[in-house]
Each structure stands twice: as C-alpha cells, then as structure tokens.
C-alpha cells in the first residue's frame, strides 16, 4: 500500500527534503568515488543531481534514462521476472549504472576508472534503499507550501510574451 | 505527473505529442525546436530508425521561465506514431500532463486518425487516467494537402470532449506554436487547480531581452496554399478562436507569426540542483547515518548495512519491492478495477515486440553514453 501511494502521488520537494536527499548522494559518491548522481523520477523528471557536472543537457539523459528502464521493466514483466531492479552499461571512457529506488525514482550513477563496478553496487544498494526512506517520508507529509493563487493567471501572460 | 519543488522552485510537467504514424508529431517538435528562444529550449534528442521514423520518442525540454515565483517547464515528448509500436507509445505516456493530439487532414487518413484516438483512450486508461480529464488540444495537420478533410467533419469525429482544435502545416510552421500555447494554457490551468490556493505573487519578472532575435518569419501566412474548401485558408489556426473547454474561455486570437518574439528572461537551462565539487567530507556524519565517515572500512559497512537490512526485516519493508510490480499494473486510486490481465493474447503476441522494445531501451542507453 505504501509503495502504491508512492507510485500515485504526485512528489513535492521542500527544502529539507532536498537537502536529505543531497545529503544521501553526497555520502554514495564520496564513498564510491562515482563521478556524478542523478535522481530521476521515472516520468523522465529530474529530481536532483550531485557530483561532477554533466556535459550536456541533465533533462535530455533524465528523459532518455527513463525511457530505457521503462522499456526494460516492461520487458522483464512479460518475461516473468519482478522486475529489473539495475541496469549497467558500459562505455569505453565512462560507464552508468541505473539503480531502481522503490517504484518511483531511479538512481542514476555515472562513473570512470577511478572506481569500478563492484564498489559503486555495494554502495548503491544501500543508498538506494535510505532514498527510499526519504520518499516515503516525504509522501506520508501533510501538504506544506502551495502554488501561487495566480499562478496560472501570471502564466498566461508569460505564455503571450514567450509565443 | 506534475513535479513540484519548492526548495529550486520548480514546476515540470511532461506534454506528449500523438497522433497516428505520419500525421506530424516530429516535425511540430522540431519546429518549436528550431523556432523556440535558445535560452528557452534545450536539445531535442531523437531515438529513431535510419528512415527518421520515430522509433521510441523524440524529447526536448522547453522553459517558460518564471512563473509566479516558480520556474516552470516542459518536457515535451512525441511518440511513435505506427501501430507496431504500441508498447513503447505506451511507456511514454506513463506520467503525462497533457497532450496534443496531431491528426492528418489528408483524404483517406481519417481511419488511422480514429484508431490512434482510440488507442490513446486504451493506453491513458492503463494508467488510471483519462482523456475526458486529461488537459489536451487537438491538431488538424496537413491543411495544405489537395482534398484535405474539412475542419468540421474532423472536428466531429476527432474532438469528442470538445477541446480546443488548431489547424496547422507543421512543415511550414504554421498553427505549431498556437497548438502549443493553447496546450500550455490548460496545463497550467490544470496545475493550478491541483495544487494552487496561495496568496498570488508578483507577476514574472520576464522582461523581455532586449538582444532577443528577431522572430523567423517563415511561419508568415502570406499566400499559403490553403485549401479551396476552407476559403479562409490557414489564417484560421490563429484567427479561430478555439474552442473552449468547460475549464478554458476562449482566448483571443493571435497574429499567426508570433511565437518567439521575445524571450522571457532568461531561463537557466539547468534547473536542477547546484552541482557542488564532491564534498569534501559527507554529511553524512550526524545521527542515525548507515554511512560512516570516509575512511571506515567495508568490513564495518557490511556490518551496518546488515544492520539496516534488519532493521527494514522487522519493520516489514525488507522487500520493498516484492509484489509491487504486479500492483504496479493495478491502475492506481480510482481505477483499481482497470488491473489489466497480463495473460492477454494480445500482451503474449507482443512478447517479442518488446523484446524489440527492450533493444529500443539498448539504444536509448547508447545515446545517454554518448551525452556523457
């Protein structure tokens, strides 16, 4: 039941949040000497990101990360498996594991030879599932800060000047 | 789903481009691409055949810079449009916000044109949602084909929920941005209504750039081979007023070569979170933290972490995700009863197609290498 509401719900992100979870991938990378984290909710939005920055656009590997788990959970269901909780693919100069974080986010690790797999699984494991936890949380919150009252108001105006 | 961070003070909401194979959905993308402010777009990244069929999704994120306090944006997304591909159609949708339904106009189309609407009803609904509730306009492209169908007898068969209808020459440019402001306008009216009730704030500080470039003008109607049977040609698709949904009233109508005039202020094309050097030392070091301060040995981590893992045991979570992906299939909240059946004929025939789908999901990780 937990984990439906978490699929459901739609996530809000308050500052403490961000910070717990900032606090989380910044422990993983220091540890696993990862080059970059990504926490990408598994519509393709990106949540968060920590570590070295990524050469292009973050949003267009959060779209395509998600794109690519999507499609191998759905392959994994019609295969008789649970699901595919992680995913590796490797490069010649940079590799990336996606590691799944309950049922809604998926953690994004890229890293080079200054560390290898074995390490970055050992400690992703672990990360993933203390993320989880702070998921959680964060749905099982009462509702704090609230859109503007004008909010769509003021966009249509911005949507006149941008179109 | 809506993403909401009030920490970055964030908004993103993802906006799908459907329609049936051919009828346009790649091409109004690259033209927002290509016509949108580049402080304002980012990459448009392409998963596609060597015919330049869409093979799994085309993606680009679009900033409408601050809205009340909030930087909002657009991940904007087409779809597959042949009917082989319905599992991957299907994948893309999953947490969408709205979406522009482009149909071809041309004689003949109007089949594939129903079959797609229709599949769009059966894959919304496999995710608890559904078209009657989901903010979408609908697209009437290929104005400019001899014997293009008539808006009218489109319009009935294509816009049941009586939605705001643009016509368009996506290959032109024409009636691109218009669908997508009056898509833009009902989303963000959506949002609003799911999560506004603060105090207003400030309209957005968008002064328009005053170095911002001057507006393409191939988009201008000027003699557009518009056809005979409309009479009043593609001038339409901004000077009809769209037709309003219950939540919109209908907007005014625009000049047709618009678009991106001014930029708001500049949006920073990296929303996300600040990206700080690794941290010198984790933060991890206060309270109930699993990790222990760089330089613990693994020998001490695996202790802690079989610690944890019995901690989450006697809580019950130990397998967070044991049985979760059956109910992952269960629709969520209202449509429980949607379960669909997994043993389906038709999921077994497309066992191999996802396979396919799966390789898809190869090349998708091929182009992330390549980002990185």
Same mark, same amino acid.
């Given at each position: 039941?937990?984990?439906?509401? %978490? ?56 779209? %395509? ?34 590691? %799944? ?63 | ?63 409408? @810079?601050?809205?009340? @306090? ?27 916000? @709205? ?274």
């Amino acid at each position: 039941m937990k984990d439906s509401k %978490l699929r459901s719900d739609r996530l809000e992100f308050y500052t403490e949040d961000m910070e717990r979870l900032h606090t989380e991938l910044d422990s993983f990378l220091e540890l696993s000497k990862a080059r970059a984290a990504l926490l990408i909710d598994r519509d393709g939005h990106l949540v968060t990101r920590r570590g070295d920055a990524v050469h292009t656009s973050p949003e267009s590997i959060s779209a %395509l990360v998600a794109g690519s788990f999507a499609a191998t959970k759905e392959m994994a269901r019609l295969l008789g498996e649970t699901e595919f909780t992680v995913m590796f693919h490797q490069g010649k100069r940079d590799s990336i594991q996606l590691q %799944l974080v309950g049922e809604r986010t998926l953690l994004a690790i890229m890293f080079d030879d200054r560390t290898n797999l074995g390490l970055v699984r050992f400690y992703a494991q672990e990360t993933a599932l203390r993320l989880q936890d702070v998921f959680e949380s964060i749905v099982g919150r009462r509702h704090g800060e609230e859109l503007a009252s004008n909010f769509s108001d003021v966009g249509e105006a911005a949507l006149d000047e941008l179109f | 789903m809506v993403q909401i961070n009030f920490a970055q003070k964030q908004i993103n909401a993802k906006i799908v481009y459907y329609g049936p194979g051919m009828s346009g959905k790649t091409t109004n993308l690259e033209v927002v691409h290509k016509r949108a402010p580049d402080t304002n777009r980012g990459e448009l990244t392409s998963i596609s055949t060597d015919g330049d069929r869409t093979l799994f999704f085309d993606y680009m994120p679009l900033d409408l @810079g601050t809205i009340a @306090g909030m930087k909002t944006s657009f991940q904007m997304y087409t779809v597959p449009g042949q009917v082989y591909y319905n599992s991957t159609r299907k994948l893309v949708l999953q947490g969408v916000d @709205g979406i522009i339904f482009v149909a071809d106009s041309s004689p003949g189309a109007m089949e594939a044109n129903l079959e797609s609407l229709r599949n769009l009803e059966e894959n919304l609904n496999e995710y608890g949602k559904s078209l009657a509730t989901m903010p979408h306009v609908v697209q009437f492209n290929k104005r400019d084909i001899n014997g293009a169908m008539t808006v009218e007898e489109m319009n009935a068969q294509l816009n049941p929920h009586g939605v705001p209808t643009f016509e368009g020459v996506a290959a032109t440019g024409q009636g691109v941005f218009p669908t997508l402001k009056g898509l833009a306008s009902l989303v963000l009216k959506h949002i609003q209504s799911e999560c506004g009730g603060g105090r207003p704030q400030p309209a957005a500080a968008a002064s328009p750039a005053a170095d911002a470039p001057a507006p393409k003008s191939e988009a201008k109607p000027a003699p557009s081979p518009a056809p005979a049977a409309s009479g009043t040609g593609l001038e339409l698709d901004d000077a009809r007023a769209p037709r309003p949904t219950a939540p919109t009233t209908a907007s005014t109508p625009e000049p047709v070569a618009h678009a991106q005039a001014q930029a708001q202020a500049p949006a920073p094309a990296q929303a996300a979170a600040p990206r700080p050097a690794p941290a010198p030392a984790p933060a991890t070091a206060q309270a109930e933290s699993t990790y222990a301060p760089a330089g613990t040995s693994a020998a001490q981590l695996m202790r802690q972490r079989s610690a944890t893992a019995g901690a989450r045991r006697a809580r019950g979570d130990a397998q967070p995700q044991a049985g979760a992906t059956r109910a992952r299939r269960a629709a969520p909240r209202q449509a429980a009863e949607r379960a669909p059946a997994p043993a389906k004929a038709s999921a077994l025939k497309g066992n191999l197609f996802v396979v396919g789908a799966a390789v898809l999901g190869a090349g998708a990780a091929a182009a992330i290498l390549k980002f990185i």
